[in-house]
């Protein structure tokens, strides 16, 4: 079969772009994990109150702390994640005495917006303090570790509120799947 150098150029020019799309699907695959996590995937809702007794309080000061395995399914990452096959909040299971704070709220309650439809990008900063639409931020201690792989002027962020800790609101990195604690600076 003979083609005609219009449907030759054609397949010429749309070759590169095919191969660009497919490497750059892989390249999601491998940032940000499985299927079922991330690829921005937004939960409907935030997770549900757990009105559990506090879980137990971790290992004193000076001993090695014991870390949780949040890798649920095969693929899934080892943080605290949304499964984006049914919503479920993965790792969040109510109160933490590691959460509590002496004043919540301290910097004001945040009113940009929660859930679906008030997707915000990063803008700069680090765990420590970052922030979007001059919002700042600050990521709990206890979860920095899970913000490992976070693209801190980029990523896309959806804030919920968290129903168990008192003064901590949740921000779900749509690119990961994963989310953390933070706390409101204003």
Known sequence: MKLAPSALALVLVA??????????????????GHSDVGHGYVPSHGPQENHAAPAA?????????????FRDQPGHPNAPHVDARDGHWVGHSGPDPRLHLAHPWEHGRFNGGFGPGHEWHLAGGGPNRFWFNHWYWSVAPVDVAFTIGWLWNS????IYEDPDDPGWYLAYNARTGTYVHVEYLG
């Open 57 to 69: 309080r971790g290992p004193e000061r000076g001993h090695e702390e014991q870390h949780q395995n």
């Open 15 to 32: 070759l590169p772009g095919y191969a660009f799309v497919q490497h750059d699907h892989d390249q999601a695959d491998h940032r940000g």
């Open 155 to 158: 990523d896309p962020i959806v």
